[in-house]
């Protein structure tokens, strides 16, 4: 049985808008692979959404490479691993199972870290594993008596994991915390900290700083434009526009292309009223939680058949983006592929 159901206009729109522009071979710099059983842990805090954990219950490594397969046929997905990042799960598991998976196949790793870890733990552990490339870090670590509202980024990236990272010139891949996303002070003006204190680092900004509407930038790439190295991950973002903005103050070299599957792998189109953005779904398809969901609009039947898979409309918006900025092939596959190949070492 097929692990997506992939329908004649999921097929006509990856073949009509997506697969010439993808090369043959390209990178997803940001795919999360677990099993069920790692879920070992009461997750109480609730500081990331709640929709995308009703997409799948986990997510082997042989699941990605089918989703991959299904959904870009003909092309060659090499994906940069790690764990789910919920807080329920056994990163004890969770991490050696990445670590095997990548060298499996072939694909770089980071290593999920907690910042209760001593940098001599983590150290060992990144090191004991040539796949791990460097930390993939997320809010959900973050002290439990510190208010979601004001987690700060050094909360769960830690000086002392910043400067193992600096010594080894890892790669650090950061979602960054606070209601006010990329347009909050404290994380625009903490990502410029991190670049000149840390600059043999490679510091990864996922989902173009969870930017998903255009209030969310604010005065952050204005801000960040003279930084040097950072890069941006459009993973999970279908703003066109602020893909736009990033490419006008970076360029094509500094943003690279992430799926975040198996979440979007889901069928949505994403909206945004009032600064709030809001995945149109398919009547049914995340099942009866999702009516609660404030970031869900259920649509129904027939209008539903035109609702394709998410990763489909992430890519599509940068393909707009680029195409409003007149940017060639060369840079599309620099994004897609060459970017992430340095950053990787691949």
């Not at 999921?10 to 879920?39: G, M, N, Q, S, V």
Request: with cysteine; hydrophobic share 40%; aromatic share 12%.
């Amino acid at each position: 049985m097929a692990l997506l159901d992939v329908r004649p206009y999921d097929r006509e729109f990856y073949e009509t808008r997506l697969k010439d522009l993808l090369p043959d071979t390209f990178i997803d710099c940001h795919a999360h692979i677990w099993h069920d059983r790692f879920c070992v842990y009461e997750d109480t805090k609730h500081r990331s959404q709640l929709w995308p954990m009703m997409v799948a219950k986990d997510n082997p490594v042989e699941d990605l490479i089918e989703t991959n397969k299904e959904l870009f046929p003909g092309k060659n997905v090499i994906s940069a691993l790690y764990s789910h990042t919920n807080i329920s799960v056994d990163l004890s598991q969770a991490n050696p199972y990445v670590a095997e998976s990548a060298a499996k196949y072939g694909f770089p790793a980071l290593y999920v870290s907690h910042p209760s870890q001593s940098a001599e733990e983590v150290e060992r552990e990144v090191l004991a594993n040539p796949v791990f490339k460097g930390l993939k870090v997320y809010l959900e670590y973050a002290p439990s008596y510190i208010p979601n509202n004001e987690i700060r980024i050094y909360d769960f990236l830690p000086p002392e994991h910043l400067a193992l990272a600096n010594r080894h010139q890892w790669v650090v891949q950061l979602h960054i915390p606070r209601p006010g996303r990329l347009a909050d002070p404290v994380n625009y003006v903490q990502l410029r900290e991190i670049e000149e204190k840390y600059p043999d680092l490679q510091l990864l900004v996922a989902h173009l700083g969870r930017a998903y509407a255009d209030e969310d930038v604010g005065n952050a790439l204005e801000y960040l434009k003279d930084t040097k190295k950072t890069v941006w991950d459009f993973t999970a973002n279908t703003n066109e526009n602020v893909i736009r903005q990033v490419l006008e103050y970076f360029g094509p070299e500094r943003l690279i292309y992430g799926s975040d599957f198996p979440i979007f792998r889901m069928k949505a189109r994403r909206v945004v009223e009032n600064a709030f953005y809001i995945n149109e779904i398919p009547e049914g398809s995340l099942g009866e939680a999702a009516a609660k969901d404030a970031h869900l609009r259920e649509i129904p039947y027939p209008e539903a058949e035109k609702i394709t898979f998410f990763i489909y409309e992430e890519i599509d918006s940068c393909r707009r983006a680029c195409e409003k900025l007149g940017l060639g092939q060369e840079d599309v596959n620099k994004i897609f592929y060459a970017n992430s190949a340095r950053i990787f070492g691949l």
